[in-house]
């Protein structure tokens, strides 16, 4: 079955502990994303990938890293994590490229994310 | 300013009723417009894409609509069940940095009720 994975899919942590989310796709996809969904706002895209090795910022990338090291998975990465960093994450994947535009993309399950 | 609007924020129905949901846009050039279904604390799950050539697209009680010169679009459900609760995105395809970005709405939240 194609699928985002994502995990974990709930996580209360404390401020300054670094955490990692991680993503996995079966679909090998070129593309990757990730993005945070708060109330009130459309979801905002932190980071994203192209394919391997290559990343770049999205809208909203402060305090967050991530890597591309294999095409399957892009790990979210919280160094010191915020309070203000709690929200709904998900991460998604696609097709990439100018015959594949019109594609879907595919939605991880999402990470629900609780800084103290 | 968000450049995907849509309304209502949120709409309550009986079931067996149909309803209409607006999405009103300014991403310029755009590719293709899509509506997601968005179950509570769950992921996006795509309904209907729609290139800017395209006027309607159908999936099973759900039809979308686009209109690219007024740059809106509307999502139509067809004798609404319980299951139709959900959010509602609409998202378009901003080609700007050339290459498929999405812009997402707040959406709309729909709950029928029995």
């Known amino acids: 079955e194609a699928q985002v994975t994502q995990n974990p899919r709930y996580l209360i942590t404390v401020t300054g502990k670094k955490l990692t989310v991680t993503c996995s796709q079966n679909?090998?996809?070129?593309?990757m994303s990730w993005y945070r969904q708060d109330p009130g706002l459309g979801l905002r895209q932190i980071y994203y990938?192209?394919?391997?090795?290559?990343?770049d910022k999205g809208d909203v990338p402060e305090g967050y890293k991530v890597s591309r090291k294999e095409k399957r998975n892009f790990p979210l990465i919280l160094e010191s994590p915020s309070p203000n960093q709690t929200s709904l994450y998900f991460c998604?994947?696609?097709?990439?490229?100018?015959?594949?535009?019109?594609?879907?993309?595919?939605f991880g399950q999402g990470t629900r994310l609780t800084v103290v | 300013k968000n450049q995907v609007e849509q309304s209502p924020q949120s709409l309550i129905i009986l079931e067996g009723k149909n309803c209409t949901l607006q999405?009103?846009?300014?991403?310029?050039?755009?590719?293709?417009l899509r509506w997601y279904k968005q179950d509570t604390g769950r992921g996006p799950v795509s309904l209907t894409i729609?290139?800017?050539?395209?006027n309607t697209k159908s999936n099973g009680r759900y039809t979308a609509t686009l209109d690219a010169d007024t740059k809106q679009s509307s999502l139509h459900i067809t004798a609404s069940q319980l299951s139709d609760s959900a959010s509602y995105i609409c998202?378009?395809?901003?080609?700007?940095?050339?290459?498929?970005?999405?812009?997402f709405g707040t959406g709309t939240r729909l709950l029928v009720s029995p």
């Open positions: 679909m090998n996809h070129e593309y």
């Open positions: 999405c009103n846009y300014t991403v310029s050039p755009f590719s293709n």
């Open positions: 990938s192209m394919n391997v090795e290559v990343t």
């Open positions: 998202v378009v395809s901003d080609m700007n940095t050339g290459f498929q970005k999405l812009v």
């Open positions: 998604a994947s696609s097709l990439f490229g100018q015959r594949f535009m019109n594609t879907e993309a595919f």
């Open positions: 729609m290139t800017f050539s395209e």
